[in-house]
């Protein structure tokens, strides 16, 4: 199974601050790489598809970034309904599998 | 708008066995794969299975090889997953989700709670 890590596990960040989270795969996963944004008591949502594809409807200030086993997210200027818990998620194989998520708290 | 609803979950003894179903609705059902990711208390997402649209295709997560099944009815819009030799371990909020193109999880339910105790 491939084996996705992430990092860092949380941060803290204030309101307008550039946040960056990395998530590493263990073998080349060829861009089959996905951001989700979850908040608790609600469904998650997919931010990022493809390792750099804006989904529909998703701020531009959201980004992603990375090829081979590297890949970035990058908030460019946070805001308050950003705070929640993000993960990275392989689909070049199955099983697919999910980063541990990166929780971004109110600094 | 697309809409998946969960429904099936409960409080269940180990060993026991429970049924899933995600109603879909909103788009046209049969040409999706759709999905079951879960949520432990506390702890991350873990992708559980997933069927195509044709139920050619199906794939399960080490965890629940054996002891769950996916399936789906075209003509009623849903997606099920028989759960059996419930673990305690398998305790968690159970999400259907869509998959949209390229293989990313586009729409999700709200998830249905699964609770193994005895």
């Known amino acids: 199974d491939i084996q996705m890590t992430q990092s860092p596990s949380s941060l803290s960040a204030s309101v307008g601050d550039r946040v960056t989270i990395t998530c590493r795969a263990s073998?080349?996963?060829?861009?089959?790489l996905n951001w989700y944004q979850h908040k608790p008591g609600k469904a998650p949502k997919l931010l990022i598809y493809g390792a750099s594809s804006l989904q529909s409807g998703v701020p531009s200030r959201f980004s992603g970034s990375g090829s081979g086993t590297d890949y970035t997210l990058t908030i460019s200027s946070l805001q308050p309904e950003d705070f929640a818990t993000y993960y990275c998620q392989q689909s070049y194989t199955t099983p697919w599998t999910f980063g541990q998520g990166t929780k971004v708290e109110i600094k | 708008e697309v809409q998946l609803v969960e429904s099936g979950g409960g409080l269940v003894q180990p060993g026991r066995s429970l049924r899933l179903s995600c109603a879909a609705s909103g788009f046209t059902f049969d040409d999706y794969a759709i999905h079951w990711v879960r949520q432990a208390p506390g702890k991350g997402l873990e992708w559980v299975s997933g069927m195509s649209w044709n139920g050619g295709s199906i794939d399960y997560a080490d965890s629940v090889k054996g002891r769950f099944t996916i399936s789906r009815d075209n003509a009623k819009n849903s997606l099920y997953l028989q759960m059996n030799s419930l673990r305690p371990a398998d305790t968690a909020l159970y999400y259907c989700?869509?998959?949209?193109?390229?293989?990313?999880?586009?729409?999700w339910g709200q998830g249905t709670l699964v609770t193994v105790s005895s």
């Open positions: 989700a869509k998959v949209g193109g390229p293989d990313a999880l586009d729409h």
């Open positions: 073998q080349t996963i060829t861009n089959y």
